[in-house]
T-cell receptor, first 114, second 111 residues
Framework: EAGVAQSPRYKIIEKRQSVAFWCNPISGHATLYWYQQILGQGPKLLIQFQNNGVVDDSQLPKDRFSAERLKGVDSTLKIQPAKLEDSAVYLC????????????FGDGTRLSIL | ELKVEQNPLFLSMQEGKNYTIYCNYSTTSDRLYWYRQDPGKSLESLFVLLSNGAVKQEGRLMASLDTKARLSTLHITAAVHDLSATYFCAVVTSGTYKYIFGTGTRLKVLA
């Protein structure tokens, strides 16, 4: 099966600019996750979708981050305006609705803020 | 505060040796996952542990779960260079189903 697709792979922007990341999950996976992974740390969950709906966005900095999942398939994550501390790898993952299945991760987008 | 702590954070070991990575968590959990991450790459699922006493093995890696102690272990047997990577445990909290990743253990196996 095709894996989780993410784009772009790399992005360099200046602080206060905006940026958007795209994710296409594995076909049939109803659950989609966005994580932020700062260098040397474990991934931190930003938002979890089940189909179109948000299950958990408690750690999403809503003043600057937004995410949507239209039609329950692709998803975009946006940062506006970016801050220096947003430099990280943004990982998208997807999984089946069945609770015990592991998440499948994309290759991530490495974001550098100048 | 929900915490998932791994130790050691860094591990350098000789090929052929055995070692154990520990994952402690501070909340009740439905299930626990182990993932591997190679440098510059994404995470790959290794094990899913669903109940107290669960043990899973794949090749030179064996994972176990003690939900009463809130502890999971990842045991490496006769390490080889190809096992060099960062290993993460991830806990899913009971009831709220939040995913929390551990701090990661960076393993380097020396030839």
């Amino acid at each position: 099966e095709a894996g989780v697709a993410q784009s772009p792979r790399y992005k360099i922007i200046e602080k206060r600019q905006s940026v958007a990341f795209w994710c296409n999950p594995i076909s049939g996976h109803a659950t989609l996750y966005w994580y932020q992974q700062i260098l040397g740390q474990g991934p931190k969950l930003l938002i979890q979708f089940q189909n179109n709906g948000v299950v958990d966005d408690s750690q999403l900095p809503k003043d600057r981050f937004s995410a949507e999942r239209l039609k329950g398939v692709d998803s975009t994550l946006k940062i506006q305006p970016a801050k220096l501390e947003d430099s990280a790898v943004y990982l998208c993952a997807s999984s089946w609705v069945i609770r015990n299945q592991p998440q499948h991760f994309g290759d991530g987008t490495r974001l550098s803020i100048l | 505060e929900l915490k998932v702590e791994q130790n050691p954070l860094f591990l350098s070991m000789q090929e052929g040796k055995n070692y154990t990575i520990y994952c402690n968590y501070s909340t009740t959990s439905d299930r626990l996952y182990w993932y591997r991450q190679d440098p510059g790459k994404s995470l790959e699922s290794l094990f899913v542990l669903l109940s107290n006493g669960a043990v899973k093995q794949e090749g030179r890696l064996m994972a176990s779960l003690d939900t009463k102690a809130r502890l999971s272990t990842l045991h490496i047997t006769a390490a080889v260079h190809d096992l060099s990577a960062t290993y993460f445990c991830a806990v899913v909290t009971s009831g709220t189903y939040k995913y929390i990743f551990g701090t990661g253990t960076r393993l380097k196996v020396l030839a």
